[in-house]
């Protein structure tokens, strides 16, 4: 993967960062301090399970209703 591609996928996985955070948060204060730490924000994300049965592809439809 050459560096064009990797940047463009580092930006649509922080994207999706934002997306996640605002469908669980709906703060601001919350949505810049993910914008800054995105991979971590993620990971947790993944890890305690916000993203499991569907979730993943659930959350991003629902923007585009």
């Known amino acids: 993967m050459d560096k ?3 940047s463009i996928l580092y930006f649509i996985l922080g994207l999706y960062a934002l997306m996640v955070s605002w469908y669980y948060n709906h703060s601001l204060i919350i ?3 993910t914008y800054i730490f ?3 924000y993620l990971l947790y994300e993944l890890l ?16 585009f209703k």
């Open 48 to 63: 305690i399970g916000h993203l499991a049965h569907g979730m993943w592809k659930t959350i991003p439809l629902s923007y």
């Open 4 to 6: 064009k591609d990797s």
């Open 38 to 40: 995105w991979p971590i």
């Open 31 to 33: 949505l810049l301090i």
